[in-house]
């Protein structure tokens, strides 16, 4: 699995990880061969260690979990009210999508929302993304 962008809190950094595989596979990596401009640089660790210790210590994966639980039961409730205007809805944490069923209805939506300074990510087969930030609250 690679890793890269807000995995250092928007520091520089990229990481590689292999988890659980076999002897035959792990023979095949070459432990130095997977480098990278933001790969394994000491202050990159060090931020991403830091980042790390202050997402623990603020219990963030408790909290990325209940935000995210309110932002899917919302959008539910807004499925209920509008039943016609929603697809599935899906998503984990703060990462969720929703369709709309048209793209014409999630051009107009993610219009609505940049005019109500809400960034909304629409993504071309009539879906629409919602990726707030891990510090967003409930309102």
Do not use: W
Not at 55 to 79: P, S
Request: some cysteine.
């Amino acid at each position: 699995m690679t890793m890269g962008k807000g995995i250092a809190g928007r520091f520089p950094f990229a990481a590689f990880a292999a988890l659980a595989v076999s002897a035959s596979v792990d023979k095949q990596l070459n432990k130095r061969g997977h480098s990278g401009t933001f790969c394994g640089k000491p202050l990159a660790c060090a931020v991403d260690a830091a980042l790390i210790s202050h997402l623990r210590a603020e219990n963030m994966a408790d909290k990325v979990a209940r935000t995210g639980k309110f932002m899917i039961d919302g959008l539910h409730k807004l499925k209920d009210k509008y039943p016609s205007l929603f697809g599935p809805i899906r998503g984990k944490g703060l990462l969720c999508a929703f369709d709309l069923g048209s793209d014409h209805l999630v051009t107009k939506i993610t219009e609505a929302a940049l005019s109500r300074r809400l960034l909304v990510t629409p993504t071309g087969n009539r879906i629409i993304r919602l990726i707030p930030p891990l510090i967003v609250a409930q309102a």
